[in-house]
């Protein structure tokens, strides 16, 4: 998993190298914005052993596929727009948080989700811009009105 992983980093090059290296060294992990965000947002239905037994069936965000996606895309928009339909009825739904927090709260989430969950990972370039792009794009099943 991590070697697969592994092969979406860059890997010509000096700079390349500087860069992984300096991803792995920088206090990523410590995001504290993007822990408080999660801790006081997420963690209720995501958290093992703290979220309600309802949602038991995805117990924790590490197990998701999202994280460890080599592009953030579907996270941000699983943040910014929720899930209206859940894979099973009982799952219940997950609110959408795109009126709760600015591009910069997501992208300090989104980070924090990275690092925390997909520690093997290269960080995700350009997740800011990801962010503001996918604001604008409408999502799917989502007419605008909320
Ligand atoms: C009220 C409970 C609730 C809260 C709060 C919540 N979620 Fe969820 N989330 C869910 C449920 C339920 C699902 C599973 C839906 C399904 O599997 O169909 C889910 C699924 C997800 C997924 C997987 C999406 C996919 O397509 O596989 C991600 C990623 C996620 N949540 C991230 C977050 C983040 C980040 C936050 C905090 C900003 C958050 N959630 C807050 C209930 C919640």
């Known amino acids: 998993m991590a070697v697969y992983l592994a092969s979406f980093a860059p890997t010509t090059g000096p700079n390349a190298l500087a860069a992984q290296i300096e991803a792995r060294t920088a206090p990523r992990v410590l ?3 993007g822990a408080r965000i999660y801790s006081a947002s997420c963690a209720v239905c995501h958290q093992p052993g ?8 995805r117990p924790s965000l590490a197990l998701n596929s999202n994280v460890h996606a080599s592009t953030p895309d579907n996270l941000i928009r699983t943040i910014l727009h929720g899930i209206e ?4 009825p009982e799952l219940g739904a997950m609110p ?5 927090f600015d591009d910069r709260q997501v992208t300090a989430l989104v980070r ?5 969950f997909a520690p093997d990972a290269p ?3 350009d997740v800011e811009e990801s962010v503001a792009r996918l604001r604008r794009a409408p999502a799917k099943g989502d007419d ?3």
């Open 85 to 88: 339909t859940p894979a099973l």
């Open 96 to 100: 959408a948080f795109r009126n709760t």
């Open 112 to 116: 924090y989700l990275r690092a925390q």
């Open 123 to 125: 960080d995700w370039a």
């Open 144 to 146: 605008g009105s909320s």
């Open 50 to 57: 703290r979220g309600s037994e309802l949602f038991g069936v």
């Open 31 to 33: 995001d504290s914005t």
